[in-house]
């Protein structure tokens, strides 16, 4: 073994120099933004238990300009995520599964499911449930 062996340098912006490793470190960080977010929705409950003040006051810190820029920034690096991880799964299903359903296929129905959930949720929360 060589007493100084070779280290390969590297840039700290190595990612920026293909597509696919920037598009990967792109969706990937975007869960640190989504981390920020589901703080801020748990903060909004907290407040809710501590009283019709407490929550008046963070309903007016969510109609701030910079947190709706926050919201509309991190509805959109989560749809990106989704699209990207929906475009990413029939490539890593098993072999057996692939030979049978084709990737269109795959990637239909979970764009369905999305919209069926998604249907749901806008469903219950305008019915008040």
Not at 3 to 30: C, G, L, Q
Not at 56 to 75: D, E, G, H, K, R
Not at 77 to 104: E, N, S
Request: aromatic share 12%; hydrophobic share 50%; glycine share 4%.
């Amino acid at each position: 073994m060589s007493r100084r062996p070779y280290v390969r340098p590297m840039k700290r912006t190595w990612f920026m120099d293909h597509p696919f490793y920037r598009n990967y470190m792109i969706r990937e960080a975007s869960c640190i933004v989504d981390g920020l977010y589901c703080l801020n929705l748990f903060y909004g409950l907290m407040q809710l238990t501590r009283g019709e003040a407490a929550w008046n006051s963070w309903l007016a810190l969510q109609a701030n300009p910079l947190m709706i820029l926050f919201t509309v920034v991190t509805l959109g690096l989560t749809i990106y995520h989704a699209v990207t991880y929906f475009d990413m799964t029939p490539r890593v299903l098993p072999q057996q599964i692939r030979k049978m359903v084709k990737d269109k296929v795959v990637n239909m129905l979970m764009y369905v499911g999305l919209a069926v959930s998604s249907a749901a949720i806008v469903a219950a929360s305008v019915m008040g449930l």
